[in-house]
């Protein structure tokens, strides 16, 4: 009994001994991990995993897990996980969210000795400096977007015209010229696309106001500011689209702009870069891209959006350590080369997007050469604030209103929305 | 101390026994959020922050918000139009269909398909049929006969009605089957009895007929009212775009409520609007029991 029970003590001790050896040996190459959180979409849970592989191989101490879940519930899911302790140490959230985000105390800014606001400041497009506060930067995005015309080369060739218009009024001329009636005067296609609910209402706001020489908003965007000489002939433009003759548009028109443009049936068609992806797959659809057309006196402007990168305040010690270390990847001139080729969105930084293959692309060139002239609109609740300039031009097309009433009763409408939030 | 019980009280455990989980379960999933919700109605939170005591404020500002009670008018809108028309439809179907014997179980299966369709699947083929040439159905045939364009969805006026039709064609199976349950349910023998009396159709249908199935009518009634008054699917896929559009025009008040929760983050101020529709919801079914109940 004795001389077998021996063996077994032993046996028992180099068990213990070893496993505890293990243990240790596995808490000393033990990888930080850390969480990121995006929603769900194809080509960027693509791209993240592959930036993610890339940075992986880079750092071995640390892991990053990717967690992704449908747009709708993004923002629930990430309230409800940050106060827990739980969730993402670097999360991606839409620009217009972030005051919501750091008033709940939901994200903390990224380090100034890493991210030092002057660099920043220089490395990216103008329009990213939306994300700063004071002596830091909030977040900051790995991708942008922004608008520009997209063309249909089957009906410009139809309607003579050779090379896209670079001027408001070449493109209303271009737009009369591809624009079809039946017989009894119904809009069978449109030169150009019109719809407020769409993109119209960014180009509306940051590019029709400025080219007619106003300033959309004042005191960083505190302030509305378009219910001037300057707003009114912006709206009498775009409304006016429709009334010419022939038309250059009609509002309303096969539901949905994009789905005008895709059926063949528009000329011409303002929307984002997201779009390209959707257009590319259409067959037998021939389109080309151009910068939006210039002001009468040669003003050029253009709206971006973004998603950007933030550190969760749930990240501490290591895990905010190699959180930033993942961010400094995520926005890096190498990871932002294979977003656009992956996901085809535009490079924040210039360095990316101005290089000579990508400014000239023929598809991508006009978005990023936009983006030099963007405006990033802060918006405290962008759909309230699109409603009230789809209501404004809807009171004038469908109810005959008067323009300038309308103009100044959205003015007053936006500017309530932006004091409420305060 | 189970032993010790007497019949009754074993009886009485066992009941409880049972009923916990439905309790449990509605404790849990309706009773507990109803509360949450009435209690949010009077705090700011925007789904993210930390809750803030309101007071009333929400509810100010509901009393004192143009765009809510343009809300409320349509949101009665749909429950005056399409109740009693949904009503009177889907009678004067189930009426004749009963009396037919030929392919009667097709047509009923015609009729009842809608109801089984999926809303979303419905609203963006009628979203397509009303839209203006090339692309419309309704507008292509009145252009192929020379009839000018009509603006269904792009009006303020021509937008509710025209939402409100396939809601009611969808919901019009359902009526159908449950008045054809009714009628079958009211005896013969008084059918048989008023025709050997000599007694016009008419008379047997406003003597006998309405008057027996005047359960199935308080039935439907509170059914398609609530229905009508939570409408929501419909409108929402028909004006994805500009969701309640033009203008507020056909924006009932779930949506309403959706748009403030949802988009806005504003959930004190949705909550007061649910409670709100809670409250109208409860009035208008407790209303209608009690009219169409006594006589």
């Given at each position: 009994?004795?001389?077998?029970?021996?063996?077994?003590?032993?046996?028992?001790?180099?068990?213990?001994?070893?496993?505890?050896?293990?243990?240790?040996?596995?808490?000393?190459?033990?990888?930080?991990?850390?969480?990121?959180?995006?929603?769900?979409?194809?080509?960027?849970i693509a791209?993240?995993?592959?930036l993610?592989?890339?940075?992986?191989?880079?750092?071995?101490?640390?892991?990053?897990?990717?967690?992704?879940?449908?747009?709708?519930?993004?923002?629930?899911k990430v309230?409800?996980?940050?106060?827990?302790?739980?969730?993402?140490d670097?999360?991606?959230l839409f620009?217009?969210w972030?005051?919501?985000?750091?008033?709940?105390?939901?994200?903390?800014?990224?380090?100034?000795?890493?991210?030092?606001?002057?660099?920043?400041?220089?490395?990216?497009?103008p329009?990213?400096?939306?994300?700063?506060?004071g002596d830091?930067?909030w977040?900051?995005?790995?991708?942008?977007?922004?608008?520009?015309?997209?063309?249909?080369?089957?009906?410009?060739?139809?309607?003579?015209?050779?090379?896209?218009?670079?001027?408001?009024?070449?493109?209303?001329?271009?737009?009369?010229?591809?624009?079809?009636?039946d017989?009894?005067?119904n809009?069978?296609?449109v030169?150009?696309?019109?719809?407020?609910?769409?993109q119209?209402?960014?180009?509306?706001?940051?590019?029709?106001?400025?080219?007619?020489g106003?300033?959309?908003?004042?005191?960083?965007?505190t302030?509305?500011n378009y219910?001037?000489?300057?707003?009114?002939?912006?709206?009498?433009?775009?409304?006016?689209?429709a009334?010419?003759?022939?038309?250059?548009?009609?509002?309303?028109?096969?539901d949905?702009?994009?789905?005008?443009?895709?059926?063949?049936r528009?000329?011409?068609?303002?929307?984002?870069?997201?779009?390209?992806?959707?257009?590319?797959?259409?067959?037998?659809?021939?389109?080309?891209?151009a910068?939006?057309?210039a002001?009468?006196?040669?003003?050029k402007?253009?709206?971006?959006?973004?998603?950007?990168?933030a550190?969760?305040?749930?990240?501490?010690g290591?895990?905010?350590?190699?959180?930033?270390?993942?961010?400094e990847?995520?926005?890096?001139?190498?990871?932002?080369?294979?977003?656009?080729?992956?996901?085809?969105e535009?490079?924040?930084?210039?360095?990316?997007?101005?290089?000579?293959?990508?400014?000239?692309?023929?598809?991508f060139?006009?978005?990023?050469?936009g983006?030099?002239?963007?405006?990033?609109?802060?918006?405290?609740?962008?759909?309230?604030?699109?409603?009230v300039?789809?209501?404004?031009?809807?009171?004038?097309?469908?109810?005959?209103g008067?323009?300038?009433?309308?103009?100044?009763e959205?003015?007053?409408a936006?500017?309530?929305?932006?004091?409420?939030?305060? | 101390?189970?032993?010790?019980l007497?019949?009754?009280q074993?009886?009485?455990?066992?009941?409880?026994?049972?009923?916990?989980?439905?309790?449990l379960?509605?404790?849990?999933?309706r009773?507990?959020?109803?509360g949450?919700?009435?209690?949010?109605?009077?705090q700011?939170?925007?789904?993210?922050?930390?809750?803030?005591?309101?007071?009333?404020?929400?509810?100010?500002k509901?009393?004192?918000?143009?765009?809510f009670?343009?809300?409320?008018?349509?949101?009665f809108?749909?429950l005056?139009?399409?109740?009693?028309?949904s009503l009177?439809i889907?009678?004067?179907?189930?009426?004749?269909l009963?009396?037919?014997?030929?392919?009667?179980?097709?047509?009923?299966?015609?009729?009842?398909?809608?109801?089984?369709?999926?809303?979303?699947?419905?609203?963006?083929?009628w979203?397509?049929f009303?839209q203006?040439?090339?692309?419309g159905?309704f507008?292509?045939?009145?252009?192929?006969?020379?009839?000018g364009?009509?603006?269904?969805l792009?009006?303020?006026?021509?937008?509710?009605?025209?939402?409100?039709?396939?809601?009611?064609?969808?919901?019009?199976?359902?009526?159908?089957?449950i008045?054809?349950?009714?009628?079958?349910?009211?005896?013969?023998?008084?059918?048989?009895?008023?025709?050997?009396d000599?007694?016009?159709?008419?008379?047997?249908?406003?003597?006998i007929?309405l008057p027996?199935?005047k359960p199935?009518?308080?039935?439907?009634?509170?059914?398609?009212?609530?229905g009508?008054?939570?409408?929501?699917?419909?409108?929402?896929?028909?004006?994805?775009?500009?969701?309640g559009?033009?203008?507020n025009?056909?924006?009932?008040?779930?949506?309403?409520?959706y748009?403030?929760?949802f988009?806005?983050?504003?959930?004190?101020?949705a909550?007061a609007?649910?409670?709100?529709?809670?409250?109208?919801?409860?009035?208008?079914?407790?209303?209608?029991?009690?009219?169409?109940?006594?006589k």
């Open positions: 009994m004795t001389i077998r029970r021996i063996p077994g003590l032993a046996r028992a001790t180099l068990f213990a001994t070893a496993t505890s050896v293990a243990g240790l040996l596995g808490s000393a190459a033990h990888a930080v991990e850390i969480q990121y959180w995006q929603y769900f979409f194809d080509a960027r791209a993240m995993e592959q993610i592989e890339k940075f992986e191989a880079a750092n071995p101490d640390i892991t990053v897990k990717m967690t992704h879940f449908p747009y709708a519930d993004y923002r629930t309230a409800a996980a940050v106060p827990a302790g739980e969730g993402p670097v999360v991606q620009y217009g972030l005051n919501d985000y750091v008033d709940a105390k939901l994200i903390q800014p990224l380090p100034a000795d890493v991210f030092p606001v002057d660099r920043i400041d220089a490395e990216f497009f329009m990213v400096q939306a994300m700063k506060e830091s930067y977040a900051l995005p790995t991708a942008v977007r922004s608008l520009a015309l997209f063309y249909n080369e089957r009906l410009m060739e139809e309607a003579g015209i050779d090379a896209p218009p670079a001027t408001l009024d070449e493109l209303v001329a271009a737009a009369q010229a591809m624009t079809k009636l017989g009894a005067g809009v069978t296609t030169g150009l696309t019109a719809g407020m609910t769409a119209d209402h960014h180009w509306l706001r940051e590019v029709l106001v400025r080219q007619m106003g300033e959309p908003y004042l005191d960083d965007y302030k509305v219910d001037t000489e300057a707003g009114r002939k912006a709206l009498d433009f775009y409304t006016g689209l009334s010419g003759t022939p038309p250059a548009t009609s509002f309303g028109f096969m949905e702009p994009q789905a005008a443009f895709k059926a063949g528009a000329g011409m068609h303002i929307d984002g870069s997201f779009r390209i992806g959707a257009l590319a797959e259409i067959r037998g659809l021939k389109w080309g891209v910068e939006l057309p002001g009468p006196d040669g003003t402007s253009n709206y971006s959006s973004y998603w950007v990168n550190i969760t305040t749930k990240a501490e290591e895990k905010f350590d190699a959180s930033v270390k993942f961010m990847y995520i926005v890096s001139d190498e990871a932002m080369q294979l977003w656009l080729d992956v996901v085809g535009l490079p924040a930084k210039p360095s990316v997007g101005m290089t000579e293959k990508n400014a000239n692309d023929p598809v060139g006009p978005f990023i050469r983006l030099e002239y963007a405006h990033t609109t802060k918006f405290v609740n962008e759909s309230a604030q699109r409603d300039l789809v209501q404004m031009v809807d009171k004038i097309i469908l109810e005959g008067d323009p300038a009433a309308a103009l100044s959205a003015a007053a936006e500017q309530k929305i932006i004091d409420d939030a305060k | 101390m189970y032993k010790s007497t019949i009754r074993k009886q009485i455990v066992w009941a409880w026994g049972f009923l916990a989980l439905p309790v379960f509605y404790t849990v999933i009773f507990y959020p109803t949450n919700a009435i209690l949010i109605s009077f700011n939170w925007n789904l993210l922050g930390t809750r803030t005591w309101a007071g009333f404020d929400n509810y100010i509901l009393f004192n918000d143009p765009v009670w343009k809300v409320f008018a349509n949101t809108k749909y005056l139009i399409g109740t009693p028309l009177l889907s009678f004067i179907i189930a009426y004749h009963d009396q037919l014997r030929f392919m009667h179980g097709f047509l009923r299966m015609l009729y009842f398909l809608p109801f089984m369709t999926s809303a979303v699947a419905m609203a963006w083929v979203r397509w009303y203006p040439v090339p692309t159905l507008n292509n045939l009145l252009a192929s006969v020379g009839i364009q009509i603006a269904f792009n009006s303020t006026t021509n937008a509710l009605p025209a939402i409100l039709a396939p809601a009611i064609w969808a919901g019009l199976g359902f009526q159908i089957i008045f054809m349950a009714g009628l079958r349910s009211i005896p013969k023998s008084y059918y048989e009895a008023a025709r050997i000599g007694v016009g159709w008419w008379t047997i249908l406003w003597e007929t027996l199935l199935t009518i308080v039935f439907i009634v509170v059914f398609s009212s609530i009508f008054l939570r409408i929501f699917d419909h409108v929402f896929n028909m004006t994805t775009n500009n969701p559009g033009p203008l025009s056909t924006k009932p008040l779930v949506l309403m409520i748009d403030t929760a988009s806005s983050f504003d959930m004190g101020y909550a609007q649910t409670v709100v529709l809670f409250t109208v919801l409860l009035v208008v079914s407790l209303v209608q029991l009690r009219i169409l109940r006594d």
